[in-house]
């Protein structure tokens, strides 16, 4: 496993995507890196919770409710 934290991979990611642009303007980059975030987020949290929306919710520091639309837009139950 790399000595890499969080911010140091996440950033490696952004200047890389920056440099693959090769100067074109990026468009919708906040939600688009929200959406890439979010989706592994909830899937490890999920599974790490058992699947147990209330204590998921609360570990992520959310209202169930809005965990489970979160969960619902990425597809990520029924």
């Not at 996440?10 to 688009?32: C, K, Q, W």
Request: charge should be positive.
């Amino acid at each position: 496993m790399s000595n890499h934290n969080l911010h140091d991979c996440v950033r490696a990611s952004i200047e890389s995507y920056f440099r693959d642009l090769n100067g074109t303007d990026p468009a919708g980059l906040h939600d688009m890196l929200v959406k890439a975030v979010e989706k592994p987020l909830l899937e490890v949290v999920m599974q790490q919770s058992q699947n147990n929306q209330s204590r998921a919710a609360q570990w992520l520091g959310l209202n169930r409710n809005t965990l489970r639309k979160k969960l619902l837009e990425h597809k990520l139950i029924d």
